[in-house]
């Protein structure tokens, strides 16, 4: 790469496309593109290392003045992690906490999205199409998140065994309304217009406009000033959103405040999934969310509610430590693998959940998947991000 007049020569690694572009006024644009077109650009780990390689290379960059995040395509930002490499790794480590390898990916990936939120610079995600899990995990942190009329926005891990990890703990239960916890619930998807009324996106804009916007962002007036250049770039994006109006779907937020408020209302989680999956009203949206809940794993329903609880105090750094180890927990238990193979290796949908029902889940259960492994090197892998308050 470049400080000259001219673009970079764009370089594609494993599955991500760097390149830099030179504004009008010197300083250089850094785009990053997902480029795994045929997978919706889930994240391998290839492509989290080298995205976060780079991102921290365009931070400490004086020249480089605004980052840009988005993937290959119309189909899709990023629809989360490579759950079927995963599912492999699973097979052969099934009892083993930490799994080395995947206590490895989570935490390359963790540390990716603790960088995304604390980013120096203004970091443009372009979030149209499905944008799910880890996508979402890479799009929530940043400081510019832009959504479509095409965007397909959720954290669907109740289908599959997990729960919602990447941050989500942190950033889901922050949305008013409850919102976030009815997502985390029930893995139900949302528009555009929902996030930007949920506070996990900032500009609606329509997805024609992406590369209008593109080849108007080295015009902008570019500063060496971060914030400044946030400012700059949020003017940009406001005035496309202007343009934006007639494209903006309803919002289901909106819509259904009352039945979610309804839904999750209390303190018990086996209260709302109840409440959930007897819903008999004729809303498609909320049937939907009421029958994947239905479907899904009572282990990571409450998983998604336990980890909004305990984490209400906690520092993004410290949710991101207690998620890492209830994933590692859930890596060993089998749950995780059994919804993978269910969704998408035998791809029956038909999960053998252990335990099946909410009524069959112990406290001891759920206490067991926050107990923190003994660690390869006698400290938390994440210890680093700031000061911790784990173990």
């Not at 119309?74 to 699973?90: H, N, P, T, V, W």
């Not at 989500?168 to 009815?182: D, P, V, Y």
Request: glycine letters at 8%; charged letters at 20%; proline letters at 6%.
């Amino acid at each position: 790469m470049n400080s000259g007049s001219s673009p970079s020569a764009p370089a594609e690694i494993a599955g991500v496309r760097f390149e830099e572009i030179p504004t009008q006024h010197g300083s250089r644009l850094g785009f990053a593109r997902l480029n795994a077109e045929k997978s919706l650009n889930a994240l391998a780990h290839d492509m989290i290392r080298l995205l976060d390689a780079q991102l921290r290379r365009w931070a400490a960059d004086p020249d480089i003045a605004c980052v840009i995040l988005h993937g290959a395509g119309e189909k899709a930002f990023c629809a989360g992690g490579d759950i079927r490499s995963l599912y492999q790794l699973l097979k052969k480590h099934p009892d083993t906490v930490p799994n080395p390898t995947a206590l490895v990916y989570f935490t390359d990936e963790y540390r990716l999205d603790y960088l995304i939120h604390r980013y120096p610079k203004p970091l443009l995600v372009w979030g149209s199409g499905i944008v799910l899990g880890g996508g979402l995990g890479l799009m929530a942190g940043a400081s510019h998140r832009v959504v479509t009329e095409t965007s397909r926005i959720g954290m669907p891990e109740v289908t599959i065994g997990l729960f919602p990890d990447v941050g989500a703990s942190w950033f889901l239960q922050r949305m008013a309304m409850r919102t976030g916890l009815f997502m985390a619930l029930t893995g139900v998807q949302i528009n555009g217009h929902d996030a930007v009324v949920g506070g996990l996106a900032d500009y609606l804009l329509r997805s024609t406009d992406r590369d209008t916007l593109f080849a108007r962002l080295p015009n902008a007036a570019w500063t060496t000033d971060p914030m400044e250049n946030r400012e700059v770039l949020s003017a940009l994006l406001r005035e496309f959103a202007s343009q934006a109006t007639g494209v903006m779907p309803a919002s289901n937020f909106k819509a259904c405040e009352q039945e979610i408020q309804s839904f999750c209302r209390g303190e018990s989680v086996a209260e709302m999934v109840s409440r959930i999956v007897r819903y008999d009203g004729d809303v498609d949206w909320l049937k939907r969310a009421s029958a994947t809940l239905a479907a899904g794993s009572p282990t990571s329903a409450v998983l998604g509610f336990e980890l909004q609880r305990r984490t209400r105090e906690l520092s993004l750094a410290d949710t991101f430590r207690l998620e890492l180890i209830v994933t590692l927990q859930c890596c060993a238990r089998p749950d995780l693998a059994e919804g993978i193979r269910a969704l998408l290796i035998d791809k029956d949908r038909k999960p053998q959940w252990q335990p099946r029902t909410m009524e069959k889940i112990t406290p001891q259960w759920i206490n067991g998947h926050f107990a923190a492994p003994v660690w390869p090197d006698g400290r938390h892998p994440l210890a680093d991000l700031e000061n911790s308050q784990l173990a």
